[in-house]
């Protein structure tokens, strides 16, 4: 089933990038996998240049994105499927929110890399920030995008789990289509196992998740001292606007906080080139 | 046959307009529709009628677990079994719920189970559900991805509770405890016969037939729906060797009787639209988190092409004439009654037959009218069926009803 994902994914990167010659394209997005707990996790690798580990949102990767295909221009950018996301056959042993850190920090050192600027989105983010705040030698510069991690009763958080299937893109993106997108069938893929794999990577997601999204990070956000770019779809449903400023302040280093504009939770999707320029700018800016 | 007399205690006060102005009876059901003065009559007349079918001869009566909603009142059904207990004297109470996982330390599960088991002098039937998803993962906030692991877990801690004479430690991934010990201990040897209500997972299937549990199809949606779901039960207890002990399965089955159809039609129609367009009044969000549904059952029900169950009435209430039609309900005059049950008891295979004898916003006096309808002149038709074919191993040995029931 592997190999048939990364075949589908291949395509959907094709038809996503059709300016580019597909041949010369295909080669150059570089896929293999590693083994968590046992399980083969994918890993794709595109571009050269300094090291961008990329942890994914909901949904996981089912295809390469157009965001990291810009990214890949001037980074050689590296995104690794956590257990259970489309790319690796089941979630395996991930029952506590260390086990969940310990597979994010294996597949990053199963780059080879010894440190890389890490960038996550949604919970992937929460995931990150976690990296960086428990291997903080792993970890040079860190981007969060509409992470999450945090949860407040007074102002809680949106549940994304308990969503009526067609409810759930617009939930997640301002332009729900292309979250639609994102997940569809991947060329030659077969539609029942897709089925499978798109409901485990929602299955993974509340494995990390349930029942509120709170994974313990405010208490570790003081443990950053990296440089952070913090960015935000203004349109976000899922993360209260509140919870932009208790990751600005609680984050020890020094934190640039992006809002882009028209876009959703999954920044991502809704605005992959001004993401990807923001990101590249904040990036390619020589340590202050 | 056993026929047990089920009670899901409905709130039988939602509003008319119910369906139109509220989006779901579970999770975020609105708190301004319950009345506790309401509740206090209701949960009284419940308990009158549960142990009126007890008096009438009914060889079990059953209450199950439900939480957060307007559907089912029984938030703690041991509570309810605990009272019947002392009320009742021969029948068995079937606890058709703990749903083991929302337990912690589910030695709770095993300590109050021994509790009722000891007060009713050995009548218990020990119910091990996995829980809906409304109520497991959303109103007690369990992971869905880790539910049925921390069910078996919770499974084989409350067993070993049961059996073991001495203390012991217990490492789970879930629950850790250096001394398990529990006082009392069950009547029943080497404990209780368990019973484990579902649906269409296999992974529970496989577990009855592999452990020698009775399964229990509760569905709402007719024996057609449930044809599948027992046929899927009966090959996992082929493969496991075992015989198809009709004993060793439980459906459950709404019935309405009166002396005519006619009145049968006349008198049910409103319990039935009742239960079936508000009681199941359930928000889509809260039925499928992920994770709940086996993998299997995600394959299996990507493979269909057609609604199964509840989701074809996600948008809408089925109708009186297909509540009757899909034999949702059989309703009718007693021997219409009795040969429909006969038949369909016959086809599935089914020794344990649960009746909901109340639904929807039945009252009492037409709870007892159906149910003392039901005992003289139903039960005397069917109560026959496998008895000298099968030896029932799931039955308390101390709960015999029928022996001592009024000659009707």
């Known amino acids: 089933m592997a190999r048939q994902l990364v075949a589908g994914a291949s395509a959907g990167a094709r038809r996503g990038t059709g300016r580019m010659n597909a041949a010369a394209e295909a080669a150059a997005l570089r896929a293999y996998t590693v083994a968590i707990n046992r399980q083969p996790c994918r890993v794709w690798e595109k571009g050269e240049g300094a090291p961008l580990v990329f942890l994914a949102g909901f949904g996981g990767l089912p295809r390469w994105s157009e965001c990291l295909e810009q990214l890949s221009a001037s980074r050689r950018v590296i995104a690794p499927s956590l257990p259970g996301f489309p790319g690796s056959p089941a979630i395996g042993p991930l029952y506590t929110h260390l086990d969940w850190l310990l597979a994010a920090q294996d597949l990053i050192r199963a780059a080879r890399i010894e440190r890389c600027d890490l960038m996550g989105v949604s919970f992937g983010a929460a995931l990150a920030a976690d990296v960086a705040a428990l291997w903080p030698d792993l970890v040079d510069r860190l981007v969060l995008v509409s992470a999450l991690g945090l949860f407040d009763e007074n102002d809680p958080s949106a549940d ?41 990577a929602r299955e993974a997601a509340a494995r990390l998740l349930w029942p509120i999204g709170d994974t313990g990070l405010a208490g570790r956000l003081h443990r950053i001292g990296h440089s952070t770019l913090l960015v935000w779809g203004s349109d976000d449903r899922i993360v209260p606007a509140s919870y932009r400023a208790r990751f600005a302040q609680g984050i020890a280093g020094s934190a640039q906080v992006e809002l882009i504009d028209s876009a959703g939770h999954m920044v991502d999707l809704d605005a992959p080139g001004k993401l990807a320029q923001r990101v590249a700018a904040f990036l390619n800016r020589p340590p202050s | 046959m056993n026929l047990l007399w089920f009670h899901l205690m409905p709130y039988t006060d939602l509003p008319e307009d119910f369906r139109d102005k509220h989006r779901s009876v579970w999770v975020d059901i609105d708190s301004r529709l319950f009345d506790p003065m309401r509740a206090h009559a209701l949960y009284n007349d419940f308990i009158d009628e549960l142990e009126y079918a007890a008096e009438l001869g009914f060889d079990g009566v059953c209450v199950n677990e439900h939480h957060a909603n307007g559907y089912g009142l029984m938030p703690s059904p041991n509570l309810i079994a605990s009272a019947l207990a002392r009320s009742t004297r021969r029948a068995a109470l079937c606890v058709m719920g703990n749903s083991l996982a929302l337990y912690n330390p589910p030695l709770r599960v095993a300590e109050e189970m021994a509790m009722i088991d000891c007060i009713s002098g050995g009548r218990l039937i020990a119910g091990f559900p996995l829980g809906t998803p409304m109520d497991t993962t959303f109103a007690y906030g369990q992971n869905p991805s880790t539910l049925r692991e921390k069910y078996e877990e919770a499974r084989r801690l409350i067993l070993r509770a049961w059996t073991e004479p001495d203390p012991f430690a217990f490492n789970g991934r879930f629950t850790q405890l250096r001394y398990v010990n529990i006082w009392p201990r069950p009547i029943q040897r080497p404990h209780p016969p368990i019973w484990v209500p579902g649906g269409g997972a296999r992974e529970t299937w496989a577990m009855c037939a592999r452990e020698g549990y009775v399964f229990a199809a509760l569905s709402y949606f007719g024996f057609e729906a449930s044809r599948n779901v027992l046929s899927g039960y009966w090959q996992e207890i082929d493969r496991h060797g075992r015989q198809r002990n009709p004993f060793q399965a439980g459906y459950l089955q709404f019935v309405g009787v009166a002396d005519t159809r006619a009145e049968a039609m006349a008198l049910y129609r409103e319990p039935a639209e009742y239960f079936y367009g508000r009681c199941l009044r359930v928000d889509p969000r809260y039925t499928s988190p992920p994770g709940y549904t086996t993998e299997s059952s995600v394959r299996l029900a990507a493979s269909q092409t057609k609604p199964q169950g509840v989701s074809q009435f996600k948008d809408r209430a089925p109708s009186f004439q297909e509540i009757l039609e899909r034999g949702y309900l059989v309703a009718g005059e007693p021997d219409e009654v009795a040969a429909r049950l006969r038949q369909i008891a016959t086809d599935l295979n089914v020794g344990q037959l649960m009746l909901l004898l109340q639904f929807g916003n039945m009252d009492k006096a037409l709870t007892r009218y159906n149910t003392r309808l039901f005992a003289e002149r139903v039960m005397p038709q069917i109560a026959d069926l496998f008895q000298d074919q099968w030896q029932d191993n799931w039955w308390p040995a101390r709960a015999q009803a029928r022996a001592a029931a009024p000659a009707v």
């Open chain 1, 160 to 200: 994304p789990f308990a969503q009526r299937p067609e409810e759930l893109p617009a939930l997640l993106c301002k332009h729900p289509e292309r979250y639609v997108a994102h997940t569809g069938l991947p060329e030659g893929a077969d539609p029942i196992e897709w089925t499978v794999t798109t409901t485990r």
